[in-house]
Structure formats: C-alpha cells, structure tokens
C-alpha cells in the first residue's frame, strides 16, 4: 500500500478549505483517509500541522504532495502562520422605551 500526505478539500464553493491527511495512494482525493494531522486555509493564510505524526509517517515511507512538503517545511521554519484573531463584537446600543 502507497501511502501519501495530501490535501483533502472540504469548505463551500469559492471558499475552499482543506484538510491535510495520510490516504491510500489510489483513494480519491475526497475519500477514504487514514488519519487527519492537519488543516490548511489558503484564503485567511492559515495553516496547522502536526509534525510529529507528519514526520512519523514520512518516516515510515509516505511521500507528501509539493503542498504539503512546503507546508511542513515552513512549519518547520517556524513561518506558519497563527490563526486571524476574530473581530470583537460591538455592543447593541440600548433602546429607549
């Protein structure tokens, strides 16, 4: 069995989010998985990964996509980039009865 590190995609239509997973070489690219280890949002600049279950596999013979090699190794670099901090809410102003 070939196994591979590959980008799974999951989001809506024009906003595309993905999930970076360890499948079967010949499963489709939105099938069968065997383990999730990280996820990647190309709009909002946003990537985890786990490392150490990247490198295990890797180690055990998994050959990463040219996305996923770049996304480990910026990771590694200490380049990826934390998540956008969410806008806080402004209060509703209050109504006169």
């Keep these: 069995m070939s196994v591979k590190i590959r980008l ?3 989001g809506k239509r024009n906003a595309a989010c993905h999930r970076i997973v360890v499948a079967d070489s ?3 690219r939105d099938g069968r998985f065997i383990e999730i280890i990280g996820v990647y949002d190309p709009r909002h600049e946003f990537e985890r990964i786990d490392l150490e279950r990247a490198d295990y596999w890797i180690s055990h ?3 990463p996509s040219e996305t ?3 996304i480990i190794k910026r990771a ?3 380049g990826a980039k934390p ?8 209060p509703a102003p209050e109504k006169e009865a």
């Excluded at 998540?83 to 402004?90: F, G, H, K, Q, V």
């Design 68 to 70: 996923v090699a770049s």
């Design 83 to 90: 998540a956008p901090a969410a806008p806080a809410a402004a």
């Design 26 to 28: 010949r499963s489709p």
């Design 8 to 10: 799974r995609r999951t």
């Design 61 to 63: 013979g998994a050959q």
């Design 76 to 78: 590694k670099e200490g």
